[in-house]
């Protein structure tokens, strides 16, 4: 063979090996703009999925919202009251609208429902509208109002059903089969089932952000002081403290994480003062062998004991093997709602495991109470007439940024409980709560 065959020969591997290379660079660029597709995709219906469970979540808060409201409404003591109920109801029924208008599904699906949400607010609106012209609630409102919140408290429940079963990869919006319309339920045709319904407590969500009055003048402690009063305040010898960092939210505090016993639980201290702002357990409790009774004693006699001073048991609640208990501070036999710490007990034994004081360190000071103009026969009179009074007391409520001193009415309609706080200076019903109950405890809205 001459020089120039072995020349082709050679040229012709160059080539196969120039070739070779293109080709895996090609193959590298299709694999990774198919990467990159892919992950665009994968964020694209990751963000899908966030949308639609966010629509999820408020189309059933709000339309459980709806549902107290109009229960509410149907006891409300004054015009003033009711109208400020309807007002709600109408905001609450155009932010369920627009919930449902996220989710993949067509119009025909869910147009009984939007149906159903218009015909609620479009009735609050319309009968706020009369009340402001003079009108008054006839027999045949209040009939509407008791559907209407029937309605919407089972739909927000089966909503919520529908809203787990899509979270464990369900495919609740593929309705080509033949069972889709009743896969959808209650979309396609809302339910007239009561609701059952969690706990919180009365005035729970009051003012959270601004001055810490029960700090103010305090002197700043350093970390070692602390983590001192941490564990005293924890009270057990065997805890074992390790300080995480520093929070300037919602005060400026140390944090650390501590072994109590078998729990995991992180706290935070304010720099003022060395005060416990909160602690957070991350461990499961045992079976359970306490009371919700004995639980909550247990409780009591914590805050006692760390200087607590009078509670009020307000409210609690049960789950997953922990008691949380609602406390209010009392002065003078009157219940300072604004003072409120929440503590958890584990109902395996004993332990207190959480604690929630931001709302107590940020309101408890004493207070100046005047007499009530009203006496307690005076706030009675004054509840709606729907209603039948079973007890009252003495409170102080948080209102906005002011305080008032109320009566507490504990009355009940047929089977359903509610608070009514009429102010005991003017006589106006400031709030009216219901309290709905379960087997985990009581949730008053």
Known sequence: MNESYYVAEARSRDWARVLNVALAAVLAGVLAFSWAQ?????????RLNAVVQKAFYETCELTEGVSVNFRKALVAGETGQLQSLLGE???????????????????????????????????ATALSARLGNGGAVTGADHEAMARLSETAA????????????????????????????????????????????????????????????ALAGLAAVDEAAARQ??????????????????????????????????YRISA?????????LYMLC??????????????????????????????????????????TAN????????????????????????????????????????????????????????IGGALTPVAARLCVIPENDAEFLCYEVRATSGADTFLAY??????????????ISDEGGAKVR
């Open 327 to 382: 406390f209010a501070a009392v002065q003078d036999g009157v219940v300072m709602y604004p003072d409120l710490v929440k503590v958890q007990v584990s109902l395996a034994d004993g332990t207190v495991v959480g604690l929630e004081a931001a709302g107590y360190l940020m309101n408890h000071v004493r207070r100046e109470i005047s007499l009530p103009k009203l006496t307690e026969a005076d706030a009675l009179a004054r």
């Open 154 to 213: 089972a739909f927000s429940v089966r909503m919520g059903r529908l809203l787990d079963r899509y979270e464990k990869g369900e495919a609740v919006f593929d309705t080509s089969g033949e069972s889709g319309s009743e896969d959808l339920y209650p979309i396609t045709g809302p339910a007239t089932d009561y609701p059952t319904l969690l706990y919180d407590g009365p005035f729970s969500d009051g003012r959270t952000d601004g001055e810490f009055k």
């Open 268 to 276: 935070g201290v304010t720099k003022a003062g060395g005060e416990v």
């Open 422 to 435: 009429i102010d005991a200076e003017t006589g106006v019903e400031r709030r009216l709560m219901q309290v």
């Open 229 to 262: 009063a941490l564990t005293a305040f924890v009270g057990h010898q065997a805890a074992q403290v390790s300080f995480t960092g520093e929070s300037e939210i919602p005060v400026e505090c140390y944090e650390y994480a501590l072994q109590l016993g078998g």
């Open 89 to 123: 109801i109408a905001l609450q029924t155009q932010g369920a609208l627009s919930n449902l208008a996220l989710l993949p599904l067509g119009q025909e699906t869910v147009s009984g429902t939007l149906k159903f949400i218009n015909q609620a607010g479009d009735f």
């Open 282 to 323: 991350d461990s499961a409790a045992g079976e359970a062998v306490l009371s919700d009774g004995q639980a909550a004693d247990a409780a009591r006699a914590f805050l006692l004991s760390r200087g607590y001073g009078e509670m009020e048991l307000s409210y609690s609640s049960r789950f997953e093997g922990i008691l």
């Open 38 to 46: 892919t992950a665009r995709l994968n964020e694209a219906d990751a």
